[in-house]
């Protein structure tokens, strides 16, 4: 994935987050149900980082799972 920095338009590269296992996200859901719980899939994170400045991005890799 190619990405510019939205603060110094610098090409962006991908970095690697120093953690025990992969950071991943859900889709936030109301309560629903009986239950009181939706389930909803999950997407690893793709983090970036800007050499220029800084900026870290973050990207759901498969954001279709989410919803």
Known sequence: METFCSKCNTEMVEAKLDSNGPIRVSRKLEKAGLLG???AGLSTVEAFVCPSCG???W???EP???Y
């Open 64 to 66: 279709s799972k989410l």
């Open 55 to 57: 900026l870290i991005d």
């Open 37 to 39: 719980v939706k389930s």
């Open 59 to 61: 990207y759901a890799a």
